[in-house]
């Protein structure tokens, strides 16, 4: 069988044009009879009225403030929770400086050979010392 070049290509150019209809349906009027319209340029159509433009990018712009409004919300209370989480933790960390600030006054007096306020009590509620039975 020979087949010059350009009878292969107009081949293979309408086995591609029938693939592409197979995977994508028919394309409206568009049929083997009829010509698909080369231009079919993407995005805003001509002829639109200005009223409706005006309409639409009023609509458009107060979305865009609303989105605007609700992010600012959403960022304050994002940035009020950090801030009480931070307080919270401050608090935290001041609370056990104050206990080990005790612990090292404990551990001078102890050094010195005398009990500390607060110490024998702590080490009962502990449960490490047990309170010494009276007898009758």
Do not use: H
Request: glycine share 8%; charged share 40%; proline share 3%.
């Amino acid at each position: 069988m020979n087949i010059d070049f350009e009878t292969m290509a107009v081949l293979e150019e309408e086995s591609q044009n029938e693939s592409i209809d197979g995977v994508y349906g028919s394309l409206g009027a568009s049929g083997p009879d009829t010509e698909r319209r080369e231009s079919g340029k993407r995005g805003r159509r001509p002829g639109r009225k200005a009223q409706l433009d005006k309409q639409d990018m009023k609509a458009k712009l107060e979305r865009s403030r609303q989105s605007a409004r609700e992010c600012r919300a959403r960022k304050k209370l994002r940035y009020q929770y950090l801030e009480e989480l931070v307080a919270d933790r401050e608090r935290s960390v001041l609370a056990l400086r104050k206990e080990l600030d005790k612990y090292y006054k404990w551990n001078q007096e102890l050094d010195q050979g005398r009990m500390p306020e607060g110490l024998e009590a702590m080490l009962q509620e502990l449960g490490v010392v047990k309170q010494e039975e009276k007898p009758f």
